[in-house]
């Protein structure tokens, strides 16, 4: 039904394709101009920057094709509609949270796990444990992506406001194109344990690179199974305390 959605406005569909790979290839002409000038950002070279880089845009671009729901989760609910999804035979969460696939970032992962493997060819020969750990962790910030994202819905239901919470979001994911080691140490703090940006997006790059401790790695998966559990008793209380939005 979304992919049908989307075809029936081509123009547009193609529009806003072209302009996520537009934003993409920009991005990479910025870091090729930050390293015509220097040959090392926060110790690390071109190659390994591009896995930074290419990694967040997994991580990210996997969240928006499937987690793309929780951004009408305030409208679903002020409009009614999630009082169907109660009485309805499917899990209300996953009605709310993946209710709208994004078929054209399917289209734009492609390319992007394309240089992904150049990347990777681009690497010194690495052991097979660590490209597992970049996987594993990869998913595991799929995971905690996803445990935002059913916190958010769960503060729709609660609280029918949404957007301010899901944009904040948005604003601190982006810092995560680089390496949390270019920020200063408050910051790098605040995004591995305040809004684990860090554990999402650049501790698989890490792990690939073997500077990732077993220490933070064991974080990062607990973090995650924590995450998971306190977001889905959030949205079970949420929706306990639901009494639909037109009482």
Not at 89 to 99: E, K
Request: aromatic share 16%.
């Amino acid at each position: 039904m979304a992919m049908q959605a989307q075809l029936t406005y081509r123009l547009g569909s193609f529009g806003f394709l072209l302009g996520k790979l537009i934003r993409l290839l920009f991005f990479f002409a910025f870091i090729m101009a930050v390293f015509s000038h220097v040959s090392t950002v926060a110790g690390y070279t071109l190659v390994e920057t591009a896995l930074f880089f290419l990694t967040f845009n997994v991580v990210d671009m996997t969240a928006q094709i499937f987690f793309r729901g929780v951004y009408g989760a305030r409208r679903t609910v002020t409009e009614g509609d999630f009082d169907f999804y109660l009485v309805q035979p499917c899990s209300p969460l996953f009605r709310m949270v993946c209710s709208s696939v994004d078929f054209l970032d399917i289209i734009t992962l492609l390319p992007v796990l394309v240089m992904v493997g150049m990347v990777f060819a681009r690497l010194p020969p690495l052991s097979w444990t660590r490209y597992a750990a970049y996987g594993l962790l990869s998913v595991n910030g799929v995971a905690l992506v996803f445990s935002v994202h059913v916190l958010v819905a769960a503060l729709a239901v609660r609280t029918q406001e949404l957007e301010n919470a899901i944009w904040i979001y948005r604003d601190v994911m982006f810092m995560g194109k680089f390496p949390v080691d270019v920020y200063a140490r408050p910051v790098r703090w605040a995004l591995t344990f305040g809004v684990p940006i860090a554990v999402m997006t650049t501790f698989p790059a890490k792990a690939l690179l073997g500077v990732l401790s077993p220490a933070w790695t064991a974080y990062a998966f607990a973090l995650t199974a924590v995450a998971l559990a306190l977001s889905g008793w959030f949205w079970r209380d949420s929706v306990a305390r639901y009494t639909s939005s037109s009482s």
